[in-house]
T-cell receptor, first 113, second 114 residues
Protein backbone atom coordinates (compact mmCIF):
# COMPACT_ATOMS: atom_id res chain seq x y z
CA UNK A 1 0.00 0.00 0.00
CA UNK A 2 0.86 3.66 -0.09
CA UNK A 3 3.23 5.04 2.54
CA UNK A 4 5.04 8.26 3.41
CA UNK A 5 8.29 8.50 5.34
CA UNK A 6 9.50 11.83 6.68
CA UNK A 7 12.44 12.76 8.81
CA UNK A 8 11.92 12.56 12.52
CA UNK A 9 11.99 15.61 14.68
CA UNK A 10 12.10 17.68 16.55
CA UNK A 11 14.15 20.01 14.40
CA UNK A 12 15.52 23.09 16.13
CA UNK A 13 16.88 25.96 14.05
CA UNK A 14 17.96 29.49 14.67
CA UNK A 15 16.02 32.28 12.98
CA UNK A 16 17.10 32.86 9.35
CA UNK A 17 18.58 29.37 9.03
CA UNK A 18 17.91 27.16 6.00
CA UNK A 19 15.29 24.46 6.45
CA UNK A 20 15.02 21.05 4.81
CA UNK A 21 12.54 18.40 5.90
CA UNK A 22 12.96 15.18 3.95
CA UNK A 23 10.00 13.21 2.66
CA UNK A 24 9.94 10.07 0.54
CA UNK A 25 6.96 8.05 -0.55
CA UNK A 26 5.87 4.67 -1.88
CA UNK A 27 2.79 4.58 -4.06
CA UNK A 28 1.31 2.98 -7.13
CA UNK A 29 0.41 5.15 -10.06
CA UNK A 30 0.77 8.91 -10.01
CA UNK A 31 -0.21 10.37 -6.65
CA UNK A 32 -0.61 14.00 -5.72
CA UNK A 33 1.79 15.17 -3.01
CA UNK A 34 1.20 17.67 -0.21
CA UNK A 35 2.76 19.43 2.72
CA UNK A 36 0.43 20.36 5.55
CA UNK A 37 1.29 22.51 8.56
CA UNK A 38 -0.24 22.37 12.03
CA UNK A 39 0.26 25.32 14.36
CA UNK A 40 -0.17 24.75 18.10
CA UNK A 41 -3.79 24.21 19.09
CA UNK A 42 -5.07 24.15 15.52
CA UNK A 43 -6.02 21.71 12.80
CA UNK A 44 -3.91 21.02 9.73
CA UNK A 45 -3.82 23.45 6.85
CA UNK A 46 -2.51 22.91 3.37
CA UNK A 47 0.88 24.56 2.87
CA UNK A 48 1.63 23.51 -0.72
CA UNK A 49 0.97 20.76 -3.22
CA UNK A 50 2.17 19.22 -6.47
CA UNK A 51 0.05 17.03 -8.68
CA UNK A 52 2.55 15.63 -11.20
CA UNK A 53 6.23 14.84 -11.61
CA UNK A 54 8.60 17.84 -11.71
CA UNK A 55 5.92 20.22 -10.41
CA UNK A 56 7.12 22.64 -7.76
CA UNK A 57 4.71 23.68 -5.06
CA UNK A 58 5.40 26.92 -3.21
CA UNK A 59 3.77 29.08 -0.56
CA UNK A 60 4.93 31.52 2.14
CA UNK A 61 8.59 31.03 1.14
CA UNK A 62 8.36 27.23 1.37
CA UNK A 63 9.04 25.07 -1.69
CA UNK A 64 8.94 21.37 -2.60
CA UNK A 65 9.52 19.62 -5.92
CA UNK A 66 7.82 16.39 -6.94
CA UNK A 67 10.70 14.05 -7.85
CA UNK A 68 9.35 10.84 -9.31
CA UNK A 69 12.80 9.34 -9.99
CA UNK A 70 13.72 9.55 -6.30
CA UNK A 71 10.12 9.32 -4.99
CA UNK A 72 10.75 12.39 -2.88
CA UNK A 73 9.04 15.67 -1.99
CA UNK A 74 11.43 17.49 0.34
CA UNK A 75 10.30 20.72 1.98
CA UNK A 76 12.68 23.69 1.93
CA UNK A 77 12.75 27.28 3.09
CA UNK A 78 15.66 29.63 2.72
CA UNK A 79 15.23 31.62 5.91
CA UNK A 80 12.96 30.43 8.70
CA UNK A 81 11.20 32.69 11.18
CA UNK A 82 10.00 32.08 14.72
CA UNK A 83 6.45 32.09 13.36
CA UNK A 84 7.28 28.98 11.28
CA UNK A 85 7.44 26.90 14.46
CA UNK A 86 4.86 24.16 13.89
CA UNK A 87 4.44 20.51 12.95
CA UNK A 88 4.84 19.70 9.25
CA UNK A 89 3.19 16.70 7.60
CA UNK A 90 4.08 15.23 4.22
CA UNK A 91 1.17 13.45 2.52
CA UNK A 92 0.05 11.80 -0.68
CA UNK A 93 -3.31 11.09 -2.28
CA UNK A 94 -4.05 8.60 -4.99
CA UNK A 95 -6.98 8.78 -7.33
CA UNK A 96 -10.02 6.62 -6.95
CA UNK A 97 -11.65 5.08 -3.94
CA UNK A 98 -12.58 7.48 -1.21
CA UNK A 99 -9.71 9.85 -1.96
CA UNK A 100 -7.74 8.65 0.99
CA UNK A 101 -4.79 10.77 2.04
CA UNK A 102 -1.77 8.98 3.50
CA UNK A 103 0.10 11.13 6.00
CA UNK A 104 3.65 10.95 7.28
CA UNK A 105 4.23 10.96 11.01
CA UNK A 106 4.93 14.69 11.21
CA UNK A 107 8.08 16.70 11.93
CA UNK A 108 8.08 19.28 14.69
CA UNK A 109 10.04 22.43 13.89
CA UNK A 110 11.11 24.87 16.55
CA UNK A 111 12.73 28.13 15.49
CA UNK A 112 14.56 30.06 18.17
CA UNK A 113 15.38 33.78 18.00
CA UNK B 1 -9.90 29.96 4.32
CA UNK B 2 -11.61 26.63 4.93
CA UNK B 3 -15.12 26.68 6.34
CA UNK B 4 -15.15 23.61 8.51
CA UNK B 5 -16.12 23.81 12.14
CA UNK B 6 -15.78 21.56 15.14
CA UNK B 7 -17.40 21.84 18.54
CA UNK B 8 -16.55 21.70 21.31
CA UNK B 9 -12.89 22.67 21.01
CA UNK B 10 -12.11 21.19 24.43
CA UNK B 11 -14.06 18.63 26.44
CA UNK B 12 -13.31 17.05 29.81
CA UNK B 13 -15.74 14.32 30.74
CA UNK B 14 -16.03 11.41 33.15
CA UNK B 15 -15.81 7.73 32.31
CA UNK B 16 -19.01 6.16 31.04
CA UNK B 17 -20.57 9.33 29.65
CA UNK B 18 -21.99 9.52 26.13
CA UNK B 19 -20.49 12.26 24.01
CA UNK B 20 -20.97 13.63 20.51
CA UNK B 21 -18.31 15.63 18.71
CA UNK B 22 -19.76 17.93 16.08
CA UNK B 23 -18.31 18.65 12.65
CA UNK B 24 -19.88 20.85 9.99
CA UNK B 25 -18.67 22.25 6.68
CA UNK B 26 -20.19 24.87 4.42
CA UNK B 27 -18.25 24.04 1.27
CA UNK B 28 -20.66 21.43 -0.08
CA UNK B 29 -17.97 18.77 0.02
CA UNK B 30 -19.23 15.22 -0.47
CA UNK B 31 -16.40 13.40 1.36
CA UNK B 32 -15.72 13.82 5.06
CA UNK B 33 -13.25 12.20 7.44
CA UNK B 34 -12.48 11.79 11.13
CA UNK B 35 -8.90 11.42 12.33
CA UNK B 36 -7.54 10.65 15.77
CA UNK B 37 -4.25 12.35 16.52
CA UNK B 38 -2.07 10.82 19.21
CA UNK B 39 0.35 12.78 21.42
CA UNK B 40 3.17 11.85 19.07
CA UNK B 41 1.29 13.84 16.40
CA UNK B 42 0.60 10.90 14.06
CA UNK B 43 -2.81 10.96 12.38
CA UNK B 44 -5.00 7.87 12.24
CA UNK B 45 -8.10 7.70 10.01
CA UNK B 46 -11.00 6.31 12.05
CA UNK B 47 -14.07 7.05 9.88
CA UNK B 48 -14.95 8.42 6.48
CA UNK B 49 -18.00 9.13 4.37
CA UNK B 50 -18.52 9.33 0.61
CA UNK B 51 -21.78 11.22 0.99
CA UNK B 52 -25.18 11.21 2.66
CA UNK B 53 -26.04 7.85 4.25
CA UNK B 54 -22.55 6.52 3.50
CA UNK B 55 -20.11 5.77 6.34
CA UNK B 56 -17.10 3.48 6.55
CA UNK B 57 -14.53 2.56 9.17
CA UNK B 58 -11.01 3.78 8.63
CA UNK B 59 -7.60 2.25 9.16
CA UNK B 60 -7.61 2.47 12.96
CA UNK B 61 -10.25 0.55 14.85
CA UNK B 62 -12.37 2.85 16.97
CA UNK B 63 -15.25 2.34 19.39
CA UNK B 64 -16.85 5.52 18.10
CA UNK B 65 -19.65 5.70 15.54
CA UNK B 66 -20.54 8.31 12.94
CA UNK B 67 -23.57 9.34 10.91
CA UNK B 68 -24.09 11.38 7.74
CA UNK B 69 -27.70 12.45 7.41
CA UNK B 70 -26.90 15.81 5.84
CA UNK B 71 -24.06 16.68 3.46
CA UNK B 72 -22.69 19.36 5.73
CA UNK B 73 -22.81 17.49 9.03
CA UNK B 74 -20.68 14.51 10.20
CA UNK B 75 -20.93 13.96 13.96
CA UNK B 76 -18.90 11.40 15.89
CA UNK B 77 -20.38 9.66 18.94
CA UNK B 78 -18.88 7.71 21.80
CA UNK B 79 -21.56 5.78 23.69
CA UNK B 80 -19.43 5.25 26.79
CA UNK B 81 -16.27 7.30 27.10
CA UNK B 82 -13.14 5.74 28.58
CA UNK B 83 -9.72 7.18 29.48
CA UNK B 84 -8.26 5.38 26.42
CA UNK B 85 -10.41 7.70 24.26
CA UNK B 86 -8.45 10.71 25.44
CA UNK B 87 -7.03 12.27 22.28
CA UNK B 88 -7.29 15.03 19.71
CA UNK B 89 -10.02 14.43 17.09
CA UNK B 90 -9.77 16.18 13.72
CA UNK B 91 -12.52 16.41 11.12
CA UNK B 92 -11.73 17.02 7.44
CA UNK B 93 -13.53 17.26 4.13
CA UNK B 94 -12.82 17.25 0.42
CA UNK B 95 -14.89 17.53 -2.71
CA UNK B 96 -14.73 16.78 -6.39
CA UNK B 97 -13.96 20.43 -7.03
CA UNK B 98 -10.76 20.45 -4.99
CA UNK B 99 -7.69 19.95 -7.14
CA UNK B 100 -5.52 17.00 -6.24
CA UNK B 101 -7.75 15.75 -3.44
CA UNK B 102 -6.56 18.20 -0.82
CA UNK B 103 -8.37 17.96 2.49
CA UNK B 104 -9.63 20.86 4.57
CA UNK B 105 -9.38 20.43 8.33
CA UNK B 106 -11.34 21.76 11.24
CA UNK B 107 -9.58 23.12 14.35
CA UNK B 108 -10.00 19.87 16.27
CA UNK B 109 -11.60 18.75 19.52
CA UNK B 110 -9.30 17.88 22.39
CA UNK B 111 -11.07 15.22 24.48
CA UNK B 112 -9.99 14.24 27.97
CA UNK B 113 -11.79 11.39 29.73
CA UNK B 114 -11.16 11.21 33.46
Amino acid sequence: GDSVTQMEGPVTLSEEAFLTINCTYTATGYPSLFWYVQYPGEGLQLLLKATKADDKGSNKGFEATYRKETTSFHLEKGSVQVSDSAVYFCALANSGGYQKVTFGTGTKLQVIP
Amino acid sequence: EADIYQTPRYLVIGTGKKITLECSQTMGHDKMYWYQQDPGMELHLIHYSYGVNSTEKGDLSSESTVSRIRTEHFPLTLESARPSHTSQYLCASTGSGTGGYEQYFGPGTRLTVT
